[in-house]
């Protein structure tokens, strides 16, 4: 096999699962170990992955996608990831939770639109513009709007007002989108004001819930927000790979697939 062929079986890999090992390229393609570090440096140095310990991961583009963009991508993985945080709502009967900004913390809170809280109202915390027009109407729920500069690509309020507003509360539930997540990073996404609001929000719950589609497996954005130790529930929709799975278990992380 070519090496121009490996490049694009390797970038396929990538597409499909996010990570690739030099140990399992070099048995799949039956090469030494030397040849694919070759192999995985060349792509590296063409921006098509980048280099981590045993292998690579895929490289976050510099440009974040809008927040239009996003919704086009995995709608339904994120549609089933959204019911399950709505089971979890559910059967815990938080009285208060915060909701991140994101497509799939999106997609739970149109499920949240005609929702019913079994005792009483429930306070709903959010950074998230779309959130807060998303449920303002919904008589039993007590919408609390975060304030700050909205990014236009996710329309989530960051800077000091928001960090400040989330140190002043304390919610039963947490949830939290990623743009990517790895047994060595943790939890990150691309922007340094976004990341710190994460992390408030996830200091402000008494558990921590991410959200995070299987297409993040393995992908490192540039900022992490939080450790997998943080965190106490992961929703997805598919069972991570032996890798994060092992150290989803010894973060003491339950995992939720939907």
Known sequence: MY????HQ???DELDASGRVSVAALSRTFDVTAETIRRDLDA????GALRRVHGGAVRRISPVEPGLREREQRNGPAKRRIARAA???IASAAPSS???????TTGALADLLVDHAPVDG???VVSNAMPVVLALQDNPRLVVHAVGGVVRPETSAAVGVAALDAFAAVRCDLAFVGANGISAGFGLSTPDEREAAVKSAMIRCA??????????KFGTEAFIRFAALETLDVLITDRAPDDELAAALETAGVEVVVA
């Open 97 to 103: 939770i915060a909701l991140d900004a994101g497509t």
């Open 86 to 88: 709505r089971d979890l």
């Open 121 to 123: 109202a429930l306070d």
């Open 3 to 6: 090496a121009t062929e490996r």
């Open 206 to 215: 008494r558990r921590a819930v991410a959200l995070v589609d299987a297409a």
């Open 9 to 11: 079986r390797i970038i």
């Open 43 to 46: 792509l590296e140095e063409a």
